[in-house]
T-cell receptor, first 113, second 110 residues
Framework: NAGVTQTPKFQVLKTGQSMTLQCAQD?????MSWYRQDPGMGLRLIHY???????DQGEVPNGYNVSRSTTEDFPLRLLSAAPSQTSVYFC????????????FGQGTRLTVV | GQQLNQSPQSMFIQEGEDVSMNCTSS?????WLWYKQDPGEGPVLLIALYKAGELTSNGRLTAQFGITRKDSFLNISASIPSDVGIYFCAGRRGNYKLTFGKGTLLTVNP
């Protein structure tokens, strides 16, 4: 049982490049979410999904897209990376609404130069 | 947007001491959660609170959901070196979205 798996763990991008951060969970969780963590800012919600085919915006969605074609996967796309998107990104999942983000991935450290 | 004020920002304590940290908000929350994050890792859920006044323990950790629904605290008793890390509170107001505090950095001196 792998839990929540994020790839890659580290990534350096040039401004304007695009990439996809991968997130997969093998616990059949309905709810998945993406956060970014910046020094002194705590964790801020980017996008979330309450089930396959359903996504919604969080607190800081600009510059990011998501999709949820399967229960297991919830990729985060940066269409045109900017230095302001340098951060550590965490994917999280939980079984159902109201349970809290029970499981976080290990994070992806992204640097945009 | 909603804000959680988490304090203290950092703590330096001796092994064996008890620790207390708290989160307050101007808004009412229906759920309070406490997480711990080790360096290079994702946050790990420690305690979840779902009812006002609820007091829940997890080993040496105890957390309470404030009666006013606007605050929560976390206590760690008899601290040990592996308690070192960043502790986050998080609150939910009934939808899926969590609001996180900025964290308390705990250092334990052996």
């Amino acid at each position: 049982n792998a839990g929540v798996t994020q790839t890659p763990k580290f990534q350096v991008l040039k401004t304007g490049q695009s990439m996809t951060l991968q997130c997969a969970q093998d616990m059949n969780h309905e709810y998945m979410s993406w956060y970014r963590q910046d020094p002194g800012m705590g964790l801020r919600l980017i996008h979330y999904s309450v089930g396959a085919g359903i996504t919604d915006q969080g607190e800081v969605p600009n510059g990011y897209n998501v999709s949820r074609s399967t229960t297991e996967d919830f990729p985060l796309r940066l269409l045109s990376a900017a230095p302001s998107q340098t951060s550590v990104y965490f994917c999280a999942s939980s079984y159902r609404q109201g349970q809290g983000e029970a499981f976080f991935g290990q994070g992806t450290r992204l640097t945009v130069v | 947007g909603q804000q959680l004020n988490q304090s203290p920002q950092s703590m330096f304590i001796q092994e064996g001491e008890d620790v207390s940290m708290n989160c307050t908000s101007s808004s009412i929350f229906n759920t309070w959660l406490w997480y711990k994050q080790d360096p290079g890792e994702g946050p790990v859920l420690l305690i979840a609170l779902y009812k006002a006044g609820e007091l829940t323990s997890n080993g040496r950790l105890t957390a309470q959901f404030g009666i006013t629904r606007k605050d929560s605290f976390l206590n760690i008793s008899a601290s040990i070196p592996s308690d070192v890390g960043i502790y986050f509170c998080a609150g939910r107001r009934g939808n899926y979205k969590l609001t996180f505090g900025k964290g308390t950095l705990l250092t334990v001196n052996p």
